[in-house]
């Protein structure tokens, strides 16, 4: 099962640290216990998701709990493929009735419906599917009591035709669809809104997503997905209380770490433009620990860009990575504070080989990130391999190294 953490609210818009749960069919994760762990170790800048609706309605008093403590608790939910029963029983929000599957299912050209995701059940038109969504959301966040959404695969831009005879839908009209949905439950709820990517096409209405940062990947590949003896093998869908595809530590297979990791290949577009208005981050099943060989380069990145950690907890994993998640928090709250509403407007290579660079803002802070092994002098400052250094507007500065 699925979990996920984010961020914001965008009429009080402080940051908050996304913090990724994973919680079994027992909730083992979603507790009071847990949520006074997390306020005990100082953490006050959270957004906790869960994988699905029901740890919430078995443990309402860890939701109220949360909600006390200040945090963001929403779960995750989902509405474009719809599969049918005994396919997959672990992907809940998934399980659309039957009627309403084979009519909202999106029609090929060719007549025969879209696959769903990898393949399994159908893709659903979102307009087709907007008052299933409208009564099923508002029994979630009812009997929830949620303070925010993840809404999977909503702003990823995934567009397509459809043929079916009644509708006939462009893909414009599809894009539309989407919005709907989206603007219609922050209308309503007046919450924090998220969802998969944040393509432009479907940002109006969010304020976190998850994606861009670091993207799924090696859908397809089976050293990643299916071939248990590979080191890059992500691990499987259980036990049911620490997944291992969530917390088993794994290195990035070539091309892929290179491509997508390397500080000399990247470049940061996206928060150029969303910075001040979408909260950018890690896809779900990449949390700040999942790659041992990246995971330093995913720090400095992350923390150059100013965009959030992520990670996955469990009732048995939460003593280790509380130090971590702390240790996140001490660098990117501070300046997440202080840059949230901030746009990115110049990014510097300092070096030739691009292992030193450099990100400022609008109100001229910048952010200095040493992705090499030797040190940089940085106006007769000295910045450590692996460390960044935050010069802020108002004359503070601040270093963080990745551990």
Known sequence: MLAKIAIVNKHIVKQFIILRAIYGFFCQALSKPVIE??????????????????????????????????????????????????????????????????????????????????????????????????????????????????????????????????????????????????????????????????????????????????????????????????????????????????????????????LLFAPEYKLPLYQAVFHDAVINGFHWGADSLKFTDVKVVRDLTAMLYNTPPMLHISRNSLKKRLPVLKHYAKGFQLTHEKLWDKTLVKFVDLTKNRQVQQTMFSDGSTITANFSSKDYLLNKQVVKPNMVVMHFSDGSVFNWKSN
Not at 112 to 121: D, I, P, S, Y
Not at 163 to 173: A, D, E, V
């Open 37 to 258: 762990a997390l306020q005990t170790a100082k953490l006050n800048k959270l957004l906790l998701l869960t994988p699905s609706w029901t740890p919430a309605f078995y443990h309402p008093e860890a939701v109220t709990a949360a909600k006390q403590a200040g945090y963001l608790i929403g779960t995750y939910d989902s509405y474009n493929t719809a599969i049918p029963m005994g396919v997959n029983d672990n992907w809940l929000t998934a399980q659309i009735p039957s009627q309403l599957r084979e009519n909202c299912a999106i029609v090929k050209k060719d007549g025969h419906k879209k696959m769903g995701f990898q393949g399994k059940g159908v893709y659903t038109n979102p307009k087709c599917m907007q008052a299933y969504f409208q009564q099923r959301s508002t029994k979630i966040m009812r009997y929830g009591g949620f303070n925010s959404l993840f809404l999977d695969a909503d702003a990823t831009g995934m567009l397509y035709e459809d043929y079916q005879p009644k509708r006939l839908h462009s893909q414009s009209t599809m894009a539309k669809g989407f919005n709907y949905r989206l603007q219609w439950f922050v209308d309503r709820y007046q919450v924090p809104l998220g969802s998969e990517d944040g393509n432009a096409i479907n940002t109006s209405s969010i304020l976190f997503a998850h994606g861009i940062q670091t993207m799924g990947f090696g859908w397809l590949d089976p050293d990643m997905r299916k071939n248990k003896q590979s080191p890059y093998y992500l691990g499987a869908w259980w036990p049911d209380d620490e997944p291992q595809v969530f917390f088993k530590p794994v290195q990035v297979k070539a091309p892929y770490k290179d």
